[in-house]
């Protein structure tokens, strides 16, 4: 076993790997940015060095610092959590040049994945459904005209190295094409730095659903279910599900066999999603594969008990899989929401500041992923996931009210965050009874209604405060005097009854 991990991440996702680290007694190392310094991970690991700057390219994505700060530590492995540079071929061959194992696929898996037009190839050369679309690059915008009339409208474009919803733009009639395949291609450009793009089938009212696969260096491959990532905005997740409401047994199976023929099509090794989107007649397709822990794994880790980052740890340290297709059960259901700092009232528009007041909910299956404190500074500079709350329950309307129950229970002051969205999506009837889509919440005006409800609540707040001055004016007590509780079950002292009578 390892007897010391790099972690090239931050947030709760370094505060969960070092969490899983120590109970497999190995020592962990940090890294941060100057912005970083205060943060829990820091705290957390055995040791903490400093990689930059505030920009992510002065330090988490700063490639050879990080190598050369897991050398001079005696780092034998670099877990890097998601995002930043968990999917870089680039920085897995450098791990590999270095002698020091990367936690994850390899660097020619890890190419393989990342362009995905090859891997839509791969897997549907492995007998893998996938959307109708190109086989290449586009070109230029005749060829992407000609593939659009072919395929119909609506159709998506989509960067060939792209993620995490950027570089997808919906083209519903001709006549948008030239414009919108000239704004993926500069997103592309500027997030993934290449600027290639591919054109699919848009499919009608989908589902997003992706299968938890594990896999060693053997060649021993299982599927831990499906995980539903239907409730998005603009392509980003906010709350996701286990087992879905839509998903029964034969399409579990269906769904889980597809998964584990696409990894092996790659050369697959240890954990990793593969992501499906489902259309109304319940037929699935390949979308890409995840070569990395997702956020979103916790909801898994709860109804299979399964430590997923542990098994990864000992997957790439060379362990065999110990665990076969059959002993896999799910129990129950689970649901995490995706707590962000972002303002749903102004366009998602992010909230960094100071946490004033803060209170995590809990009770009986109820967890709390985050790494955030009363009187942390959240920086402008990353990603917008403060925190990750999941709940489990026997079945999905126990969830639904313990979720619920947990998100009136989360108090964080000072910044803006998504809670009241994740109340709202609650409350639908079409969610309670399972029926959604990516476009959920608009469809459903949740955003124009949450806003409604808002300035309903700041009208309310400004008459009952004219009132209360109102009062205090005319000198007219309240009909409902509120008890001091504290008081409760002690007597008044003499000299609280002798003030009184003066």
Known sequence: MFKKILIANRGEIAVRIIRACRELGIQTVAVYSSVDRASLYVKLAHEAYLLGGPQPKESYLNMEKIIEIAKSSGAQAIHPGYGFLAENPRFVKLCEKNRIKFIG????????????????????????????GSKEPIKNNKEARDLARRLGLPVIIKAVYGGGGRGLRRVNRLKELSFLLKVARLEARVSFDDPSLYIEKYIRNPKHIEVQILAD???????????DCTIQRRYQKLLEETPSPVV???????????????????????AGTVEFILDERKNFYFI??????????????????IDLVKTQIRLADGEKLHLKQKDVSIVGCAME???NVEDPLNDFAPSPGTIGNLRFPGGLGVRVDSSIYSGYTIPLYYDTLIAKLTVWGKDRKEVIGRMGAALNEFIIEGVKTTIPLHKAILCEKDFQRGRISLSFIERHKLLKRLKASSQTSEKIAVITGCLLAYQERKKTPLKKKRENLWKRGFTESKWQTRLRKI
């Open 288 to 305: 890409e594969i995840n070569a990395r822990i997702q956020v979103e794994h916790s909801v898994t880790e709860r109804v299979t008990g």
């Open 248 to 270: 029964d047994e034969g399409l579990r199976n269906k769904l889980g066999e597809a998964a584990i023929k696409a990894a092996r099509a790659v050369g697959y090794t240890n």
């Open 217 to 227: 260096e053997r060649g021993r491959m299982v599927h831990l279910g499906e995980r």
């Open 105 to 132: 696929p390899d660097s020619l898996t890890m190419e393989m994945v990342g362009n995905k037009l090859l891997a839509r190839r791969i897997v549907e050369e492995a007998g893998v459904p996938v959307i109708p």
């Open 337 to 339: 929401c995706r707590i």
